[in-house]
Nanobody, 127 residues
């Protein structure tokens, strides 16, 4: 069974950068239709931040467009989220997620299409 493990979270000042990593075991990322990053702040719903799919498309949540970049390594075993120009409102628990559902192609940032989740890594941005 596929497992996902995130790392790379931490505390930074506003304007700083972090790179999150997600290691896949059991299956490589090209086994999934969609893979990506979600986040959840206290009292908020979990939202899609950045997703890439097997068709080569990438989707970003509007507030992170131009600041965050999703990528994966050539072995398809590690997924990254490069986060630049971080803002306090980016503070959240960040989760790696993957989907085998074809519905993720039309709704890439909809969490209901994702069955595989990591345990999350905390990102805290202070002003």
């Amino acid at each position: 069974q596929g497992q996902l493990v995130e790392s790379g979270g931490g505390s930074v000042l506003a304007g700083g950068s972090l790179r999150l990593s997600c290691a896949a075991s059991g299956y490589t990322f090209n086994w999934y239709n969609c893979v990506g990053w979600f986040r959840q702040a206290p009292g908020e719903e979990r939202e899609g931040v950045a997703v890439t799919n097997s068709r080569g498309s990438t989707s970003y949540e509007e507030s992170v467009q131009g600041r965050f970049t999703i990528s994966r390594d050539n072995t398809q075993k590690t997924l990254y989220l490069q986060m630049n120009s971080l803002k306090p409102e980016d503070t959240a628990m960040y989760y790696c997620a993957a989907s085998r559902s074809r519905s993720c192609y039309s709704g890439p940032t909809n969490r209901i299409f994702y069955s595989y989740w990591g345990h999350g890594t905390q990102v805290t941005v202070s002003s």
